[in-house]
């Protein structure tokens, strides 16, 4: 009798494994095919649209080494202005094409960034954007208002941006400006 209990039991239990696998493959077929329409997809904020590119307007350091000069460069297009901040960050971060020159010291990395619904950015870079840089008044500020700029121009829901250095707020990146508070857009110091 005992055995009879225990082959029901396992009879039972194959099939309603059976059952349940049946309902499984039934259900992923019946499964619309997934179409890739990414130029005009709505994606969740924060994923990138792979392939879509938009213009966005980064700093470089002027000729004369005083100002900065804006450049139209394409920027991999991400949903929602969070995400669309890290990416222009990080093309203003990446290497240069040949001809101009970065405010950012070499080896930067973005390490975080946030944004309020004041629309304050806070920007948590690497630690090398001190510890790597020249130093200098001038060369402070154009590093500062290339990231600031950056972001304010070419995102109207970003006001003003703070700049944090290795997750900490500091006083400066290398004892000139100011970090302590946050930074608006500055049109003087880009050359016309």
């Keep these: 009798m005992k055995r009879s209990g225990l082959t029901l039991v396992a009879v039972t239990a194959a099939v309603v494994t059976l ?3 049946t309902l499984v493959t039934v259900t ?4 619309p095919p997934r179409v890739d329409t990414s130029a005009s997809a709505t994606t969740p904020a924060g994923q990138q649209v792979f392939g879509r590119k938009i213009k966005a307007r980064l700093y470089y350091v002027s000729m004369d080494g ?7 460069r ?7 202005s969070m995400a669309l901040a890290q990416q222009i960050v990080n093309a203003q971060l990446a ?4 001809g101009l020159v970065s405010a950012i010291p070499l080896g930067t990395t973005l390490r975080a960034l946030f944004l309020t ?10 630690k ?22 950056a972001l304010t121009a070419n995102l109207p ?36």
């Design 19 to 21: 059952m349940v696998v």
């Design 28 to 31: 992923i077929r019946r499964r």
């Design 66 to 72: 005083t100002r900065l000069t804006g450049v139209d």
């Design 74 to 80: 394409e920027v991999s297009y991400s949903e929602g």
């Design 95 to 98: 290497p240069v094409p040949a």
């Design 117 to 126: 619904e004041k629309g304050d950015a806070i920007v948590d870079l690497s």
């Design 128 to 149: 090398e954007a001190s510890t790597a840089h020249p130093g200098g008044s001038l060369n402070e500020l154009l590093t500062v208002y290339t990231i600031v700029n």
């Design 157 to 192: 829901a970003v006001r003003s941006v703070q700049l944090l250095v290795d997750g900490k707020q500091v006083d400066t990146l290398a004892g000139h400006i100011n970090l302590r508070k946050p930074f608006q857009k500055n049109l003087a110091i880009i050359e016309p």
